[in-house]
């Protein structure tokens, strides 16, 4: 929740490729005060069945940038494993790996203000915009 002095942050992920919410990707919090300064690492948590991330740690009064990691490769680890147990025919299909094993997002922030940063994401691209 943000106050007068701080701002706040939430965010979900939607896999376009299925049309579906990204459940279970790691995502971790960091945040500067300045251009210039030192990132520091909050904490993170991991997104719900629901593909939204409901408890990221509060940021410090000051915080000017903030930068949120996804951890994007055990995702579509678990995607591939799950899609060749239904089609075996497709498990040599020479696919490796994912593309974007991580999605880093950094934004500048205000305080008092709340911000809603949504990933849409499939295995060769990613997009992001301020929701509301």
């Known amino acids: 929740?943000?106050?007068?002095?701080?701002?706040?942050?939430?965010?979900?992920?939607?896999?376009?490729?299925?049309?579906?919410?990204?459940?279970?990707?790691?995502?971790?919090?960091?945040?500067?005060?300045?251009?210039?300064?030192?990132?520091?690492?909050?904490?993170?948590?991991a997104t719900d069945a629901d593909g939204r991330c409901k408890d990221l740690p509060a940021l410090p009064e000051g915080t000017t940038h903030v930068r949120l990691d996804f951890e994007t490769e055990a995702y579509f680890d678990k995607q591939q494993a799950d899609a060749q147990q239904d089609a075996p025919a497709n498990r040599d299909s020479g696919a490796t790996g994912a593309f974007f094993p991580e999605v880093a997002i950094t934004f500048a922030v205000t305080p008092g203000e709340h911000y809603h940063v949504p990933l849409l994401l499939n295995p060769f691209g990613y997009s992001v915009y301020r929701g509301s």
């Open 1 to 45: 929740m943000s106050t007068e002095s701080t701002a706040s942050v939430s965010t979900h992920i939607l896999d376009t490729s299925i049309g579906r919410p990204a459940g279970g990707v790691a995502i971790s919090l960091a945040a500067r005060a300045g251009s210039g300064a030192a990132w520091v690492a909050l904490g993170g948590s």
